[in-house]
């Protein structure tokens, strides 16, 4: 079976499903992404003429999200400010014992890079409490972020 997909024009979608039309004849699809569109196509050609014009839903496919190994310091710290948890971070790194705490902030204040999975990452974590979730997405965060 042929499948054409006939235009971009007008998408319509709703929780990741997208609202399409299609017609066949002979063996042949094609498929329309606005009901207009599959409307004026029966009508420029008189072949498809008494075809049915069927409604369907189809999943948007979601891209995989990639969370980065690790992400230049700088960037972290920007996502983190602009998320108003910079300070948190810094105070969290203040209460640590030594030598922990000059070993995380010299990294933290002068590292290049910050790791996903580092020691110095865990503890922040764990000190202001956040998800998995929301440290990954810190870190695409920060490794989408333009200067």
Known sequence: MLTILHSINGIQHKDNMITKYKITKDGVTIEFLTLNEANNFILANPEWAGVAVIEFQEE???PEVIVPFDVPTWRLRAILAINNKEQDV???IN???EPNK???KRAWDFGSNTERSSQTVLFIKGALGLTDEE???YFIDAKNLQA
Do not use: H, K, S
């Open 90 to 92: 810094e105070n969290a």
């Open 95 to 97: 209460q640590l014992p």
């Open 60 to 62: 948007i496919p979601v």
């Open 135 to 137: 440290v990954d997405n």
């Open 102 to 104: 000059t070993i995380a």
